[in-house]
């Protein structure tokens, strides 16, 4: 109740017998960036629809500014006029750039001058002002993105939602919604919710993220802990844990455990007492490849082979096979692999530090 | 076939000469014709946007009678007036029975089913999409109807469009309720079956080219916002 501006208490719905989304309870503050993550089809447009008012819940209540949301009524409609919503797909209206983004204000019985002002302001800000009298059908899908955007802050919204801002866009399109997004982040007189399954932006603008799969919140958290300690092998792979490792404790002592995985013994932080079942989560950013034995201070170190490389971008992606059949993925520049001459059947030497290990204890649920 | 060539001929004279009687009943078609586009358009469009946006038992049946009404018989409307007007009918006291504004209550009933049907199937191609992002946006139920009518104003057009070829080219309807009096209620098709009758084909011609201009500019306007 504290400072929350939007409140959700049990929330559950379903489109006839799917359910979709369940037993969500969430509180976001005022002036935060929410994102919640999750693959395709775990229900984030759906509790976008729902917060923004457009349908209603099969159970569960929404509180806004401390007030319940009615189902039906003016009071709806007036606690929807301060949300803002910016569907995946942006929808634009048969008329002129300018007439798109001042519809909301009309809506809101302002007056003529004062639109005039406040549309002129965002065309600025977006960087559309030269295409106002453009009809928006025939814009670019980045410039309908912005002008979705424009349409959707010109009426200084509490609550800004973003369904996957940057889903169906070119990467330079994508930078600048970003760039947009993450100045109005910054000025925190505005409330964001963003739906995303973009783990690097998810990462970045958030404030908290919450882990959706399967229409549940399994994990909500500051972005550091959800994406560095994910609370099970589920949120693990989905958020960019690419190494996630069936393996069993043989001795735990202070804090560190040796723990065996396919033969191969490997040191990790955790309590959890001897023959314990865990999952070891390794992000392979965190493992380093070398030719030769290094001296580090990484706990783990062995021999493997390079099994397969993909290089993307600047980056490489190294799979390597151990003589136990260990298998991990590391992540290494494309320079530093070309440079070790990194190829299939290359010898080289793995290693990650303790605590680059996260271990959660298998058949942990929620 | 002397007589259809002179009939043509004296036809393409009284046009271009603008005979007065020629003026009249072309006038006077578009005048009540119009007016009932005009009338069924102010009622059906929103008429049309509550159907479509509203969800209520037996919606589905209302689409269908809607469309099944598209066939509505010109005589059976004019039948059903007639009953209605005539003096000793339910609204017999109003005097309405042979005036112009029968005929433009009459053709107004034709009309209004073709005209809400295709409005409702107008507003079906909004996308639904479109719709969220104008609710999301603020606008209440009125304001989601208007920008939904305009999203679709092609389409809707059209169906005016179509409604007014339906209107003008009717003649059970307008010689029931009208009565065809001369300088009165005498419209282009009920003139053409009255003068066809007494033998006076010139006049009949000339009004069926006028007549069939007017359907060839409806036909072309419609095709061009098809195009749109």
Known sequence: ??????????????????????????????????????????????????IDL???????????????????GRERLQIRRRLSFVLQKPQLFNESVYDNICCGLKWRGEKEDGIKRKVERVLEMVGLEKHRH???????????QRVALARALVVEPDVLLLDEPTANLDPLSAAKIESLISHLAAQRDITMIIATHDMSQGWQLADRVGVLLEGKFIQIGGPDEVFRLPRN????SFVGVENVLEGKVLESNQGIALIEIRGEVIQGVCEYPVDTEVWVCLRPEDVTLSLARIQSS??????????????SGPLSRVEVESGHGLRL?????????????????KEVHVSFKATGAHIIEKGLKS | MTEIWYGLVKAVELIVSLDPEVVEVVGRSLIVSGSACVIASV??????????FRSFPGKRVIINLIQTLFSLPTVLVGLFLFVLLSRGGP???????????????????????????????ALNGVARELIDTAVSLGADGFQVAWLALREARYAVMAAVIMAFGRAISEVGCAVMVGGNIKGFTRVITTTISLESSKGDLELSIALGIILLLIALLVNVSLSRLQQR
């Open chain 1, 1 to 50: 109740m504290s400072d929350a501006l939007l409140e959700i208490i049990n929330l559950s719905h379903s489109y006839g017998n799917r359910r979709v989304l369940e037993g969500l309870n969430l509180n976001v503050r005022r002036g935060e960036v929410f994102t919640v993550i999750g693959p395709t089809g775990a229900g984030k447009t759906t509790l976008l629809r729902l």
């Open chain 1, 54 to 72: 457009l349908e209603v819940p099969s159970s569960g209540d929404i509180y806004f500014d401390g007030r319940r949301v009615p189902e039906k």
């Open chain 1, 134 to 144: 453009r009809n928006a059908r025939t814009l670019s899908g980045g410039e309908a």
């Open chain 1, 233 to 236: 092998e589920k949120v693990a």
């Open chain 1, 298 to 311: 990484a706990r783990n170190c062995f021999p493997a082979k390079v099994i397969r490389v993909i290089s």
């Open chain 1, 329 to 345: 993925v590391a992540l290494v520049t494309r320079i530093s692999a070309e440079e070790m001459d990194l190829v299939e059947g």
């Open chain 2, 43 to 52: 009622i059906c469009l929103p008429l049309a946007s509550l159907i479509h």
């Open chain 2, 91 to 121: 609204l017999g006291g109003l005097g309405l029975l042979f005036t112009p504004a029968a005929m433009v209550i009459g053709q107004t009933l034709l009309i209004s089913p073709v005209l809400l049907g295709l409005t409702i199937s």
